[in-house]
């Protein structure tokens, strides 16, 4: 274990000699507990942990940003910032137009909740975030599927009644479940979607990607990693 860690230190001071000093880490700010704004309307969460222990490992200055998720491909694209950290699976889809570092978040299940635990999810009104593997699923099923713009939104549809069931990482809806007092139960199976989920980079900073990459990895080394994930996602969480 000892050369394992040492090996991933001596990558990260190879690689990140050659990164550049300034890094721009966009999120959603909007997914907790991957990512939220806090009472002080700075990004907050696992990612942002995550994020800023990243960047000291590879000894990179970090700047946080916010962007809306239907953007965030495009505007990462465009050079708005240099790298996204916002909960984002890893897919072949996205892949074609971004990099993925290895994942930091191990492939975990999808889950659908609902008002009622009747509720059929393969022939009902089913929302989910707009652009996400969720959305995709459900397209692919015999449900008809409502998306909208940000996650909370989602879940809102169900209460209100402009949807039967909602379809979004597990992890994400089961503190709103628990903490609905009976009103939102999960029905159906869980759904193993994507990847885990990674940092995404432009196609032409492999350099960047690999120093990020470096730095996860010897947060899977020491231990580091898995300790995060328990902390913000708890005891049950999978780890590495």
């Known amino acids: 274990m000892t050369r394992i860690i040492f090996a991933s230190a001596l990558a990260l001071a190879a690689t990140g000699a050659l990164a550049q000093d300034v890094v721009r880490l966009a999120t959603e700010g909007a997914y907790p507990p991957y990512n939220f704004l806090n009472d002080q309307g700075e990004v907050d969460g696992f990612e942002r942990g995550l994020g800023d222990e990243l960047c000291a490992r590879a000894q990179l200055t970090c700047e946080w940003v916010t962007n809306e998720w239907d953007s965030i491909i495009p505007n990462l694209v465009s050079g708005n910032y240099d790298a996204i ?140 990693l898995n300790t995060m994930l328990i902390k913000w996602f708890g005891e049950e969480t999978q780890t590495f």
Do not use: C, W
């Open 85 to 224: 950290i916002a909960g984002m699976s890893i897919t072949d889809e996205r892949d074609e137009v971004i990099d993925f570092t290895q994942n930091y978040y191990p492939p975990s299940p999808s889950a659908y909740a609902a008002l009622s635990p009747d509720v059929d999810v393969n022939t009902g009104t089913v929302t989910a975030q707009t652009g996400t593997i969720q959305a995709a699923h459900v397209a692919s099923t015999g449900a008809t599927l409502v998306e909208f713009a940000t996650p909370e939104e989602t879940v809102a549809a169900v209460r209100n009644g402009e949807a039967d069931a909602v379809l979004a990482d597990k992890d994400f809806l089961a503190p709103i479940v628990g903490e609905s007092g009976g009103e939102l139960t999960f029905v159906g199976e869980d759904v193993p979607l994507g990847g885990g989920i990674g940092l995404g980079f432009r196609e032409s900073d492999a350099e960047l990607r690999e120093t990020f990459d470096a730095a996860i990895q010897s947060m899977k080394d020491d231990g580091t």
